[in-house]
Each structure stands twice: as structure tokens, then as C-alpha cells.
């Protein structure tokens, strides 16, 4: 059975960083995609970014791109979401999610996920 533990959530402050993890167990392969969607209080969720530890490949939605990094750790099953500059209007709940694809063109669209973590809140305060 996948599961996927997200943590490292918190209260910030504006212009700080915070580091986000996805423990990810139970994959009986390779072929998969770990991505970070948020969703933000009275927003759709969006996603922020994703990676194929497979292939090392990484893709980040441009709302996001120079401020979040995902990366992974295949020694300790884990993908991270480094988040900095942090503004008011990243506040919402982090969700990682898995995937059974390795194509990154797919990565964007929650339907593709069938795993997903139970999320970490990021509170931002101005």
C-alpha cells in the first residue's frame, strides 16, 4: 500500500523559508511522480511542482518558479518542497501526491495522482 506523509508545515514569516517533506512508502517501482499541489482558503488547488525521482526530471509551475524547489532523497524515500521568499499568499495546505507515470507533461493534472498525503499547513503572516 502507497502512502504518503507530508510534513514540515508551520507558521512563517514573510520573506522566510520553510522546507516541506513527502515520506513516500509502499511503491512497488521506479515509474512514478511525487508532486506538491496547495490549495490556498476558498481557491481551487493548484500544483506547484513535481519530480520523477526515477529520471531526476523536475518541472514547476511558473507561479512558483524561483521561489520553490523540489527535489528528492531516494535513501530516504522522501521529496522536498523548498519554499522561500515567502509571501502572504502562499498560505494554504501542501499536499503531496504520487503518481504511476514518469511523463512530466502530465504532472500538472491532479487527476493522473491516485496517492495522496494528508497535507501540511503554511501560514504566512505579512
Known amino acids: 500500500e502507497v502512502q504518503l506523509q507530508a510534513s514540515g508545515g508551520g507558521l512563517a514569516q514573510a520573506g522566510g523559508s520553510l522546507r516541506l517533506a513527502c515520506l513516500a512508502s509502499?511503491?512497488?517501482?521506479?515509474?512514478?511522480?511525487i508532486a506538491w499541489f496547495r490549495q490556498a482558503p476558498g481557491k481551487e488547488r493548484e500544483v506547484a511542482a513535481c519530480?520523477?525521482?526515477?529520471?531526476?526530471?523536475?518541472w514547476h509551475a511558473d507561479s512558483v518558479k524561483g521561489r520553490f524547489t523540489i527535489s528528492s532523497d531516494d535513501s530516504r524515500n522522501t521529496v522536498y518542497l523548498q519554499i522561500t521568499s515567502l509571501k502572504p499568499e502562499d498560505t494554504a495546505v501542501y499536499y503531496c501526491a504520487g503518481g504511476n507515470f514518469t511523463l512530466l507533461a502530465l504532472c500538472s493534472e491532479s487527476i493522473f495522482y491516485d496517492y495522496w498525503g494528508q497535507g501540511t499547513l503554511v501560514t504566512v503572516s505579512s
Open positions: 519530480t520523477s525521482p526515477s529520471n531526476g526530471m523536475s
Open positions: 509502499g511503491f512497488t517501482h521506479d515509474r512514478y511522480t
